[in-house]
Nanobody
Framework: QVQLVESGGGLVQAGGSLRLSCAAS????????MAWFRQAPGKEREFVAA???????DYVASVKGRFTISRDNAKNTVYLQMNSLKPEDTAVYYC????????????????WGQGTQVTVSS
């Protein structure tokens, strides 16, 4: 049984930082592309960042230069370091897993975590 468990969300002031973690089990983690998506109230879920099996990365334009995705295959964990946070980053952040390479559509991901809330106050 595959499980993805996010942690690290919380309330932070604008300009602050948070690091999200997603611990995976029940799958061969090193073979998977891992992604972070987010969903703000009243909006559709959107792609934020992803890292493929070879550690190639990609980001949505609005977070480039502020967010960094990384992975530790020994710990079966993917991270999202979020710096210079803005109120518009407020959302529930979800971890997702799929095959080897990055995709940007949520429908291309096989497994999902339960989400962690990030709230950025102005």
């Amino acid at each position: 049984q595959v499980q993805l468990v996010e942690s690290g969300g919380g309330l932070v002031q604008a300009g602050g930082s948070l690091r999200l973690s997603c611990a995976a089990s029940g799958l061969i983690f090193s073979n998977r592309a891992m992604a972070w998506f987010r969903q703000a109230p009243g909006k559709e879920r959107e792609f934020v960042a992803a890292i493929d099996w070879g550690r190639g990365t990609d980001y949505v334009a609005s977070v480039k230069g502020r967010f960094t995705i990384s992975r530790d295959n020994a710990k079966n964990t993917v991270y999202l370091q979020m710096n210079s946070l803005k109120p518009e980053d407020t959302a529930v952040y979800y971890c997702a897993a799929r095959g080897y390479i990055i995709r940007y559509n949520e429908n291309d991901y096989d497994y999902w975590g339960q989400g962690t809330q990030v709230t950025v106050s102005s």
